[in-house]
């Protein structure tokens, strides 16, 4: 059964940190690269940040970079996203995403609140 499970959110002021994980289990975790997207409410689902599946490679939307930071540990079969000096408009609703290297299987998970109070 595949899971991406994420945790880390919740409440914080503005200029705080948070670092989202997201554990996955019931796949190869190491041949799929990683991702985080955010909604927030109202709004499309946008693209945060990106990681190779061997970590080497990243890549960030432009209004995270600086800020943001993806990585993984596939020893453990977890991605990370620490987030600091956080704003109001990183409020949302944060998903961990999986892409096989083949783009044959991509799995969701089911998402976590991160909200930013000014």
């Known amino acids: 059964q595949v899971q991406l499970v994420e945790s880390g959110g919740g409440l914080v002021q503005a200029g705080g940190s948070l670092r989202l994980s997201c554990a996955a289990s019931?796949?190869?975790?190491?041949?799929?690269?990683m991702r985080w997207y955010r909604q927030a409410p109202g709004k499309e689902r946008e693209l945060v940040a990106a990681?190779?599946?061997?970590?080497?490679?990243?890549d960030y939307a432009d209004s995270v970079k600086g800020r943001f930071t993806i990585s993984r540990d596939n020893a453990k079969k977890t991605v990370y996203l620490q987030m600091n000096s956080l704003k109001p408009e990183d409020t949302a609703v944060y998903y961990c995403?999986?892409?096989?290297?083949?783009?044959?299987?991509?799995?969701w998970g089911q998402g976590t609140q991160v909200t930013v109070s000014s």
């Open positions: 990681i190779s599946s061997n970590g080497g490679s990243t």
């Open positions: 995403y999986a892409r096989s290297m083949n783009n044959q299987y991509e799995y």
């Open positions: 019931g796949f190869t975790f190491s041949m799929y690269r």
